[in-house]
Structures are given as structure tokens and as C-alpha cells.
């Protein structure tokens, strides 16, 4: 069962924000060679402009009776339990096992949980690691769409066991190498104007960018990447049972899906 359903104010919410951001992050590559717009320039404003946008998919979410006060809770259990997750690698060699509880935990919760909780996740562990800056919005939205992704897995009715597992495993994989990846496309505008064969152009034709681009992937990010990728899938298949388990009984639980109630005591 989707614990948390996704009604149609937080999914136009999260469509919109997730537009947006997809934008945000690719727009540069559009821009003419005068325009002067790059992200050193629209950093600011794209954090002014996100930030209030992830806190209104987040209301809109709780408003549109897709989060209840139990919900909200289990939401803050884990995304504390994830921003703890997170200095642990702190990044180093691409060690980061917050990302395989995000994927369990969407998995089980469904996409519009997962989005917020990825969300919050990120903003919560960048309070406590100092991690805060104009790339923030940007680390908050990519994290919500990896634990929105695992959400709208397949199968997430009847698939149980080894296959659950290695799914959830080469999802993880394979979202943990598109995260960095996405991550570099918000950092790399900014050696702009750098002679180099990795640079960005601004103006300079889509394929000779998107070469360029790859090529800074694979010189900068991939030795991060893929040992993410590996931590990600290995923390998967060894603990994932059971965590899945721990999750799915502390939703039946919860039981969010039954309003509370409260009846007077006969006297």
C-alpha cells in the first residue's frame, strides 16, 4: 500500500518545482554568448526563488491530506536519521550512505513522501554540516527526485525479497551517478570563461557543451560517483531487508491512513 498518497494540489506542486528546477539546472547551456547569464551571476536569485518553492511543495503536501501528524513524524525521524547519515562519508571518495535510506525509505512511502523527505533530508544535513550555500536548493531538489524515483518503482504492491532488493540496489546505482552527474550540470557553468577543454561556453553550440560537459564528468566527479554508486548498492543488499521491514511495520503501525479519532470516556 502507498502509505502517503500523492493528491493533485502536491503533485501540481511538485510538477511545477520540479520544471522549474530542471530548468534552473539547464538553462545556461540556452544562453547566447552575450547575455552575461551564468550560474556565478543567478546563483542568489535561483536560491531565493527555489527555497520557497521546495517549502511550498512541503505545505502543499501536508495541506492536501497527503501528510497527517503521524506521517509528519515518521518524516522527521528520518530525515534526522538521514542528515546524521551524512557526516559519517562526509562526502570523502563519494562514501555517502544517506542515499540508501532515501531509496528505501520512497520506496516504501511512495513518490510525494519520498520528494519531501529527500528534500528536507538535504536541508537538515546541510544545517549540520555547515553545507549551506547557493547549491543548496539545487542538492535538495536532486535528492527529492532520488527518493521520488525509488517511489515510482515497479512492483511495489507484491515484489518482495532478493528482487525487491536488486532493484532497489541498481536504482541506487544508477540515481547515485545521475545525482552527481545533475550536480556537476549546477557547478560547471561556473568556469565560464576558463581556457579549458572542460570549460563552459556560453553560446557556443548544445553538442560541443554537452561534450565538454562529459568530459569535466568523467575528469572531476566520476572517481566520486561510482564508489557512491557502489556504497549505495552494497548498504542496499546487505541491510536493506532489514530496513524495508523495520519501515513497512512502523507504517502498518502508524496505520496513516485511519484518521484519529477521539471518543468521550463513559462515565
Known sequence: MRVVRLGPVSAAALLLVSVIGVAAFGWPLLAGPDSGLAH???APWLFAALLPLLVAVVGATIADSGLDAKAVAMLGVLAAVGAALRPLGAGTAGIEPMFFLMVLSGRVLGPGFGFVLGAVTMFASALLTGGVGPWMPFQMLAMGWVAMGAGLLPGAERLRGRRELWLLAS??????VLYGTVMNLQGWPYLSGMSTGVSFVAGDPLPENLARFVAYCLATSL???????????????????????????ATRKAAFSTPVTFEARNP
Do not use: K, N
Open 40 to 42: 556565478s551571476g543567478d
Open 171 to 176: 536504482y541506487g546505482a544508477i540515481a547515485s
Open 223 to 249: 572517481g566520486w560517483d561510482l564508489p557512491r554508486a557502489v556504497v549505495t548498492a552494497v548498504c542496499t543488499l546487505t541491510l536493506g531487508r532489514a530496513v524495508l521491514a523495520a519501515l513497512r511495520r
